[in-house]
Each structure stands twice: as C-alpha cells, then as structure tokens.
C-alpha cells in the first residue's frame, strides 16, 4: 500500500484528518506543504488498532514501553523549525517511537537516519514504513545519545525525548549551518533550537514543552 492509496473511515475520515489540520493553523502552524503531508498521512496507522479512532486529535498517544505518539502540534512544530532553519537533505531523528514522525520527515528530506533503543519499536515502525513504500528512512536499533557519527554530519537532527542537557555528541554531528530541534530539561523541559556556525553553537529557547526521557542504552 502506497502512502496516498489508503482510505480512512468515521474518525479516520478525510474531514478528521482536515479537522486536525485546521487546528494546527489555528496555533500557528503555517508551512503549507508540511500541513498538507500531514494532512495527507495516515496517523491511524501509527498507534494500536483500538486508538485509531483518536488518531487525528491533537493528542499524544501511547505505543507501548512507556512512550508515547507525539502530540500532532509537537510533531508539526519541530518539524517546521527544523525547515525554517536549515536546509534538510540528510536529517537524524533521536527516537524512531511508532515511525511516525520519520514518516513526516521522510516527505521532505532526501534522507532520514531515525535511531531507536527499543528494539520491538524499531521493528514495527520499519514494518509501517514499508507497508507504506516508505524506502528513504534509515532505522537503527542504537543509543540515541550517541547519535550516528558514521553517517554524520547531519543538516538536521530532531530529537524527540528530553534528556537533561544538550548531547554534546549530537551537535559535533551537525554540519556547519545545520540545526538541531530539541527538549531538553527534567521537571520542566524547554524546546530549544541549536544552530551550528563553524565551532560556535547558537542555542534559542523556544516554549516550554513535555516528552518522555531520553534514555541511555538498549531494550
């Protein structure tokens, strides 16, 4: 099944799915072919048949192993960020979860390398990617506080959990010009943009924000 042949039903209706849209518009989501990609993905997809129906509101959602399917804002916000900051031909995402964000990622860089430590993750989201002849995502069951520095450096790198402080790791795998979107903070967590200018390291808060940890090692 290719991304645009699936047929969406009751709450995963096309009206559900512009709804939602509409309410990104509505916080000031404003890229037009990003809320037309999202507009144009089957959410469902990525969550348990039993929350389908729930899919297309502006909700996290859980997928299993205490993680959850970011709020469809964060996912939109981050990701016009990282476009309006950088150019995004080779991106890296810190936390592959249901794949749903690589999904979004994926129609709009020419390549994406999504790191996940949680290996059944990992394989479901690399199922659902296939499914929907997705073939420019890299998956890899890793540390994602290690980043990829094989296939680095990145134009952008989108975290999607909050470690404690900003991976100096990560942003070494940044090209010069490039930019990282990511929450950092414990109790309170703070979405921050990182731009790199040669060895300088420009950091700007964002909003505050709420994500799971980002967790060290492999499950």
């Known amino acids: 099944m290719r991304l645009h042949d699936w047929q969406g039903i009751g709450m995963t209706s096309q009206r559900s799915r512009m709804r939602l849209v509409d309410q990104l518009e509505a916080t000031g989501i404003r890229n037009r072919q990003l809320l037309d990609i999202i507009c144009n993905t089957p ?28 709020r469809a804002y964060t996912v ?3 990701t016009e960020m990282l476009l309006a900051s950088c150019p995004v031909r080779r991106v890296l995402e810190i936390g592959t979860g249901s794949g749903y964000q690589a999904c979004i990622l994926a129609q709009l860089a020419v390549r994406v ?10 394989e479901q989201a690399a199922r659902r990617l296939q499914q929907l ?3 420019n995502v890299i998956l890899r069951h890793s540390d994602g506080y290690k980043g990829w520095p094989e296939r680095s450096p990145f134009d952008g790198i989108l975290v999607t959990a909050a470690p404690t402080e900003v991976p100096q790791k990560l942003v070494d795998q940044l090209t010069d010009g490039g930019c990282m979107v990511i929450p950092v903070g414990d109790a309170e967590q703070c979405l921050l943009k990182i731009t790199r200018h040669g060895n300088q390291f420009k950091q ?4 505050t924000a709420r994500f799971v940890p980002l967790v060290s090692g492999l499950a």
């Open 133 to 135: 002849d997705i073939h």
């Open 113 to 122: 390398y999504s790191l996940e430590r949680i290996r059944s993750l990992q």
């Open 76 to 78: 939109a916000r981050m």
């Open 43 to 70: 959410r469902h997809l990525f969550v348990d048949e039993a929350l389908a129906h729930r899919a297309y509101e502006d909700m996290s959602l859980p997928i299993g192993h205490n993680q959850t399917l970011s």
């Open 204 to 207: 700007q808060r964002i909003e």
